[in-house]
């Protein structure tokens, strides 16, 4: 049996006991009398899953919702599922019945950021966590890191002056320059190069088949984790030392009365790294591509940018209430938050039966609030698929714009990306033309990119990844001049 095919078997081995996972939880629900949510199953085992991944997921979705209905059942990768799409049906699993539905992850991700991070946790651990991870990224927080942050902004832009860049991968940089800032503070600098190329390789494993063989991907991958975790014992060893007092994440974590363990930190760092980085960095993409196709747009959002710059010597820091004063730009990203649905839903698990408008949704399956289906529904948002932030003038109502999700799991970093991706669009529209954005559609295979492989944050084990249509993304090619 030659390589491939003994990882092929194995491949097959590990999304088999997947499936067996879910067909054990899916046994029981004999007990109620109440119906299921309409909708299909498909075939034994398979399911649909065929169908979900034979178009785009999103068009799935889609017509699914048109035939059954905002709350309906499905059948895909092993699992049996609820997928719900209405503003009231995702209050009721993100808000108020939110311990009735934990967070469910696939194995992989588990493996990747460690079994103690705040994702896969609900309860009094998770509760410890989140107020850590609030303290450290909540408004009063934060505004203390704009001028570092500015100057992350700007030495990116310097960087890809009169060259063409990869648009989501130069984004990835900053955005993950800024998350090491917002856990380290200024020392981050220091760690930087460490802490990125352990990461990078990291990342790249943590899809791939759990084979602990030298050499492959995945063996490396785990050394890489285990690099990471010493360079922060370091750290930590360092600061505790030092016995100074820091307001970054790490300090929040170090400072908790019922102190965290050493691996808890690491888990929760690496845990944050991942969920800061290449979503903000897919945002920070699709804002460029919609301001270099609406070009009044972008207009307009320079106009209000160079109002700020024109009470400022040359070269003076932006302050915390600069960015508060930017109301379009606030508008083009809410806007962009919207159409592109970057995180298209999320995955919770019923911890017991549970009713829902005379439905059962049995212990076990999993429920699919569908984030994006809600945010192109036309009977909330007018002409869904226009790149109109205009809508946004007007406060849209609760649990219909949901792209930092809701309730206990919801978004402790939404400030902090809408922060940094503020400051960039300042110093690159008031420094820079970018007029000339190159989407190399047919002549590029990259044409219109999707995540790279490793970097979809929702693909499930054994998914083809190289097709995943959940997180497309525009792949530009960005052209940066000076604007004087
Ligand atoms: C535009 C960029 C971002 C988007 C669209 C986004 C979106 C989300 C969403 C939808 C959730 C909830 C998932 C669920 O309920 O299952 C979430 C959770 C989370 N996000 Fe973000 N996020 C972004 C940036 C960030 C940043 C910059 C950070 C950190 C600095 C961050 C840290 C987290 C953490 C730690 C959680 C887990 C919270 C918990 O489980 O209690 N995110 N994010
Ligand atoms: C601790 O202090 C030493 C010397 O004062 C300094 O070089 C080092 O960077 C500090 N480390 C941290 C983590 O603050
Ligand atoms: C989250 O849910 C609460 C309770 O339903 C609601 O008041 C709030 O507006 C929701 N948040 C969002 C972003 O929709």
Request: with cysteine; proline share 6%.
């Amino acid at each position: 049996m030659d390589i491939s095919a003994l990882f092929l078997t194995l491949f097959a081995g590990s999304l088999f006991l997947y499936f067996l996972r879910c067909l054990i939880s899916q046994r029981r629900f004999g007990s109620s009398k109440l119906p299921l949510p309409p909708g299909t199953m498909g075939w034994p085992y398979v399911g649909e899953t065929f169908q979900l991944y034979s178009q785009d997921p999103n068009v799935f979705f889609q017509s699914k919702q048109k035939r059954y209905g905002s709350v309906f059942k499905t059948h895909v990768l092993g699992c049996p599922c609820v997928m719900i799409s209405s503003p009231e049906a995702a209050k009721f699993v993100l808000v108020t019945k939110s311990h009735l539905f934990k967070p469910t992850f696939p194995a992989s991700k588990e493996r990747m950021l460690g079994k103690q991070a705040i994702f896969f946790h609900q309860g009094d651990y998770h509760a410890k966590l989140r107020k850590l991870v609030l303290r450290a990224f909540m408004p009063e927080s934060i505004r203390n890191m704009v001028p570092d942050i500015e100057s992350i902004a700007q030495d990116s832009l310097r960087s890809w002056e009169g060259t063409m860049i990869n648009t989501y991968q130069e984004m990835k940089t900053y955005t993950f320059n800024v998350a090491l800032l917002s856990i380290f503070g200024k020392d981050e600098v220091l760690y930087r190069e460490d802490l990125k190329r352990c990461y990078y390789i990291l990342e790249k494993g943590y899809n791939s088949m759990p084979v602990n063989l030298p050499g492959t991907l995945f063996h490396k991958s785990m050394k890489a984790r285990k690099e990471l975790s010493q360079i922060l014992a370091r750290i930590l060893s360092e600061r505790r030392q030092n016995g100074s007092s820091h307001n970054d994440l790490l300090g929040s974590f170090m400072g908790d009365k019922e102190e965290l363990t050493d691996e808890q930190i690491a888990d929760n760092i690496i845990g944050v790294i991942f969920a800061a980085r290449d979503t903000t960095a897919s945002v920070m993409s699709w804002i460029l591509k919609y301001l270099a196709e609406n070009p009044n747009v972008l207009e307009a959002v320079t106009e209000e940018q160079m109002a700020i710059r024109k009470d400022k010597e040359e070269g003076e820091s932006l302050t915390w209430g600069d960015t508060k004063k930017m109301p379009l730009t606030s508008r083009v990203i809410q806007e962009t938050l919207r159409v592109a649905s970057i995180l298209s839903f999320t995955f919770r698990e019923a911890v017991e039966d549970v009713e829902y408008e005379g439905y059962l949704i049995p212990k076990g399956w999993k429920v699919l609030p569908l984030f994006r289906n809600i945010h192109h529904s036309a009977d909330i948002f007018s002409n869904p698929g226009k790149f109109d932030p205009s809508r946004f003038e007007v406060a849209p109502k609760p649990n219909t714009f949901m792209p930092f999700g809701n309730g206990t799991h919801s978004c402790p970093g939404n400030e902090l990306a809408k922060l940094e991706m503020s400051i960039m669009i300042h110093h690159l529209t008031t420094k820079y033309r970018f007029g000339q954005l190159l989407e190399r559609a047919t002549g590029f295979s990259m044409g219109h990119s999707r995540f790279p492989k490793t970097d979809c944050p929702l693909c499930w084990p054994g998914s083809r990844r190289s097709k995943c249509r959940m997180t497309e993304l525009p792949l530009a090619f960005l052209y940066l001049e000076r604007g004087d």
